[in-house]
């Protein structure tokens, strides 16, 4: 925790202008006359990181392609190998400075309440629809053909640019389920380091009293560790922290990017990283390329006096590598580079022919695009997410600030704000990109830090002037962002998140009982029965690839709308059925979903032949169950539940002696198995009777199998169910009479 991400006086060892030569940075190294200044080391180990992940994704590619085993030591090696390179080149070229003590004390408390609040939402798994959907499936290292071998397992989005999915796959491998979500805390507290950097940077750029004492009140009023706590800590931010989201591992290299603009000495070799960073925050994100743009515009602006045929070429490559490989798969997979978008001009044959854009968000219409940016403060909970952030006076102190910058800039002139002018520039066009392609509220998290950015930079110019009316009104506005902090981390923690997980919920300790062993969903016995997994119902592609890694997933779902109903797909799974596969589907437990899953299957004709549960990972209400699925030929699925009034159904008599058939459970199992009896009686309408007792055992579902002589009794007879104890829920699935052999 003892990064170095200030720089300044106040007992701050700054890097001063490199053209004096050599310096010092805090730390006894020495900075070249050429050195390349990056806002922490922090972020340039996040960086080496990704580098290291870009290759491994670069050589499974080339093996993918060639028919060369994927994920060989060999590759590994060779990543290895390639990310040294990168850093023996740029380690020689880049400087951070350095943070006095009292600073690195306040900046490590920062970093242990981000890891402390990530800690406590890890103790719950990420139920939120993308994770389960598809960020699960994509961390897993290696490319396959998701469209012939598995059929899009995670719908249209496996398809995006996956690089942040798979830098968590090597902390969930390591840690598990649960804890390899922590690594958005260490993502966080790289930004944190970053934003600690740009804002003590302004802060050496003003004019502070001479006095001791107005010094000290400056220091405390802008105390920087604690600013960049409020302006980072933002509701999109709390809600994505401690999941499998890659939102938050975007903004290390967004912010990196603003460093880059507000710093005033350029060279060809900083704008070739320049362009590195901005494809690798491309490639973190395809919806990133609205604040992509604007910085990109400015830093061509900035550098145009040394812009050369040359450089410009090589930032050209540069900036176009990170996303090559995606681009590359998705080609030859899809048809489509940025598949499913722009299909109108890719046509890809595995995607409607038209431009995807989720309707459900944004503005309608030119007037609400232009107002967009006080459509989302005036009515935060029309048109702009699931979950909307009704708390938006923090974003309204930053319209003030920039209300009062702007008149500022126009009055004083620019060349006094054209720090603040460049974020100005920045926020307003990406602001309006993103109103225009998205408008959801999840894809604005870097435009409210922005946001607050701007208010930091007019906050710590206010503060520094020790006018009092001014720094009262400064602290006043500040107090939003406070109040915004305690809002959003008061609210996520109470299940106002995209899991919708609460530290109020059950089972705490069940769940804390599974950090680091939770890797896979199912036993080994459970896995070695799965041959493939036909997902019906639901979009549980991530969760499929932790009961069966590496066996084919086909989701229906995607079959009928992104494949627009082929019947090849809908063979393949047939087919597998036919020659005796064991093809599973997965649904969560619950009386009620288990009764519309049966219904859903009758309507799409698919009969369930054996049930297991998924307790091996999850615990509580989320608990999943898988089915074997065959071909129902006829056959309709059918559920009796022992202790509630739907608990008998009327069958034909097939013979005198047969055998009673049915799959067992109880569907609200909590993982704690009791033994119970279960009691099977048929009746007829002449009275006549017969009963069958079966002893059952904790562990659920189980099939069910024992003889019953039903001589002498009618054509149709009443099958009815119960339990001793009749506490004992118990659901009886397909209930059947078959002639005894």
């Known amino acids: 925790m003892g990064e170095s991400y200030l720089s300044g006086r106040n007992g701050l060892s700054d890097v001063k202008n490199s053209r004096r030569g050599a310096k010092g940075d805090g730390a006894g190294a020495k900075i070249s006359s050429r050195s390349i200044r990056l806002t922490s080391k922090l972020f340039y180990v996040f960086l080496l990181y990704t580098v290291f992940i870009w290759f491994c994704e670069a050589a ?20 290895l190998a390639a990310a040294a390179a990168f850093h023996l080149y740029w380690g020689k070229r880049v400087s951070f400075s350095s943070a006095s003590k009292n600073q690195k004390i306040l900046f490590a408390a920062g970093c242990l309440f981000i890891m402390g609040f990530c800690l406590v939402k890890c103790i719950f798994p990420d139920f939120s629809y993308d994770t389960g959907n598809y960020h699960l499936y994509v961390q897993v290292p290696g490319f396959t053909d998701n469209i012939h071998e598995s059929v899009l397992p995670g719908r249209f989005q496996l398809f995006g640019f996956r690089l942040p999915d798979r830098m968590f796959y090597l902390f969930r491998a390591v840690l598990g389920l649960r804890l390899g979500m922590l690594f958005t805390g260490l993502a966080l507290t790289v930004s944190y380091a970053q934003i600690c950097s740009l804002l003590n940077s302004f802060l050496e750029q003003m004019d502070r009293p001479q006095t001791k004492t107005g010094r000290a009140a400056v220091g405390l009023l802008a105390c920087v560790p604690f600013l960049s706590l409020l302006f980072l800590l933002k509701n999109e931010v709390l809600m994505q922290l401690g999941t499998y989201m890659v939102e938050i591992l975007c903004l290390p290299f967004f912010i990196e990017l603003l460093s880059f603009l507000l710093q005033e000495e350029e060279s060809e ?126 974003m309204w102190a930053g319209y003030i600030a920039i209300g009062i910058l702007v008149i500022s800039g126009f009055l004083r002139g620019w060349k006094k704000y054209w720090r603040e002018g460049i974020l100005l520039i920045v926020y307003v066009f990406s602001l309006y990109g993103w109103a225009a392609t998205t408008g959801h509220s999840r894809y604005l998290m870097i435009g409210s830090i922005l946001n607050a950015l701007i208010f930091g930079f007019w906050y710590i110019r206010t503060v520094s002037s020790m006018k009092p009316v001014r720094c009262a009104a400064g602290v006043f506005l500040l107090l939003f962002f406070a109040g915004q902090v305690c809002s959003s981390g008061w609210g996520t923690l109470h299940g106002s998140e995209w899991s919708f997980r609460s530290i109020s919920q059950p089972e705490k300790k069940a769940n804390i009982s599974w950090f680091f062993r939770d890797r896979e969903l199912a036993d080994q016995e459970t896995r070695q029965k799965i041959d493939a997994v036909y997902l019906t119902q639901n979009n549980w592609g991530g969760w499929a690839e932790m009961l069966a890694e590496g066996k084919p997933i086909v989701n229906l779902q995607a079959i009928q709308f992104e494949l627009q109903d082929k019947e090849e797909f809908y063979e393949k799974v047939h087919s597998w059925m036919r020659e005796g596969k064991q093809v599973w589907d997965m649904l969560l437990e619950g009386e009620e979903n288990l009764h519309t899953y049966l219904d859903g299957l009758n309507g799409l004709g698919y009969y369930v032949e054996d049930m297991e549960y ?44 047969c055998t009673v058939k049915a799959l067992a459970g109880n569907p609200v199992y909590t993982g704690e198995g009791q033994e119970f009896t279960l009691i099977i009686e048929a009746r007829d309408s002449a009275g006549n009777e017969q009963t069958v007792r079966i002893p059952m055992e904790g562990k659920q579902y189980r099939k069910i199998e024992a003889p019953m002589d039903l001589s002498g009794m009618e054509e149709q007879v009443e099958l009815s169910v119960r339990t001793e104890p009749e506490t004992v829920i118990e659901a009886v699935v397909n209930l059947q009479l078959i002639p005894a052999e």
């Not at 499974?60 to 990543?79: E, H, K, M, N, W």
């Open 269 to 394: 070799e900083k704008a070739v990283l320049f362009c590195i960073l901005g494809g690798f925050f491309f490639c973190t994100k395809m919806t990133n390329i609205v604040y992509l743009i604007p910085v990109l515009v400015l830093y061509i602006i900035k550098i145009r006096k040394i812009v050369t045929v040359r450089l410009f070429l090589g930032c050209l490559i540069s900036g176009a590598i990170p996303v090559s490989v995606y681009l590359i798969y998705n080609g030859l997979t899809t048809g489509n580079i940025v598949y499913p978008y722009y299909n109108t001009i890719f046509h890809s044959p595995w995607f409607p022919d038209a431009d995807f854009k989720d309707g459900r968000w944004g503005p309608r219409g030119m007037k609400e695009l232009l107002l967009w940016p006080f459509y989302m403060l005036l009515y935060p909970d029309y048109r702009t997410s699931e979950l909307p952030t009704r708390y938006v006076l923090d």
């Open 614 to 657: 998924l307790d091996n990972s999850l615990v509580g209400y989320r608990t999943m169950a898988i089915a074997r699925l065959t071909m129902a030929d006829g056959r309709e699925n059918q559920i009796i539940t022992a202790g509630r009034e739907e608990n008998s159904a009327t069958v034909r008599r097939p013979a005198d002696r």
């Open 60 to 79: 499974d590619l080339f093996c993918y392609l060639t028919g060369l085993p994927q994920t060989s030591i060999l590759s590994r090696v060779f990543a």
